[in-house]
């Protein structure tokens, strides 16, 4: 079946620093791969996406590039600031399926 | 604001009572799911409907859950006979078909605690 794998434990770092959140599948078909992030309070918003292989889904600075030879979509930003403090979610779809397979999150806090 | 809204946003009940929730998905979004997300996990699938068809369920929602979209708009999901296991957030999201079909857009959801 489908899966999703994140990096275990809450990612504390400073303002500035340089944020990198692991994500790794398994995927019956030929998945298309997506970041959701979830504020405080709010719902699960979607922060990028790639459909096929080598492909780089990038947003609000965010950057995550489909490999599949290493079946990973590892999220990337540069210089992280006090608002980017959320919960990151990695998922995957695989065509002619019409539900998401969430990985278990990641909780990001930045430090001022 | 034209997104996906849910109500109530948390509900609080007593064992073996029931609750019904609901989703009010983007005007224009003809897909509709149901996910479900406990703490410190991501959101898990329940259901999805295209218009008012019930295409696919997961062998999470046991026959205590129902859920209904009678005219493909709005959806409910009912929960009978609930059980302190069916504490969790209830999340709901919408697509468009068509080449936006992977984009799922989730509403905030309804927090569910059973006493």
């Known amino acids: 079946g489908n899966s999703v794998t994140q990096m275990e434990g809450p990612v504390t770092l400073s303002e500035e620093a340089f944020l990198t959140i692991n994500c790794t599948y398994t995927?019956?078909?030929?998945?298309?791969l997506f970041w959701y992030v979830q504020y405080p309070g709010e719902g699960l918003q979607l922060l990028l996406k790639?459909?096929?292989?080598?492909d780089k889904g990038s947003n609000k600075g965010f950057e995550a590039t489909y490999r599949k030879e290493t079946t990973s979509f590892h999220l990337e930003k540069g210089s992280v600031q006090v608002s980017d403090s959320a919960v990151y979610f990695c998922?995957?779809?695989?065509?002619?399926?019409?539900?998401?397979?969430f990985g278990k999150g990641n909780q990001v806090v930045v430090i001022p | 604001d034209t997104g996906v809204s849910q109500d109530p946003r948390h509900k609080i009940t007593k064992r073996g009572q029931n609750v019904t929730f609901r989703c009010d998905p983007i005007?224009?979004?003809?897909?509709l799911y149901w996910y479900r997300q406990t703490l410190g996990q991501g959101p898990e699938f329940l259901t999805y409907?295209?218009?008012?068809?019930?295409?696919?369920k997961s062998r999470l929602l046991s026959d205590r859950f129902s859920a209904e979209r009678p005219k493909g708009s709005f959806s409910t999901l009912e929960i009978q006979r609930t059980e302190q296991g069916d504490s969790a957030m209830y999340l709901c999201?919408?697509?468009?078909?068509?080449?936006?079909?992977?984009?799922?857009?989730f509403g905030p959801g309804t927090r569910l605690t059973v006493l």
């Open positions: 790639a459909t096929k292989a080598d």
């Open positions: 005007s224009e979004h003809n897909r």
């Open positions: 998922a995957l779809r695989t065509y002619g399926n019409n539900r998401l397979a």
């Open positions: 409907f295209q218009n008012e068809a019930q295409l696919e």
């Open positions: 995927a019956t078909g030929y998945p298309s």
């Open positions: 999201a919408s697509s468009s078909p068509g080449q936006g079909a992977n984009e799922q857009f």
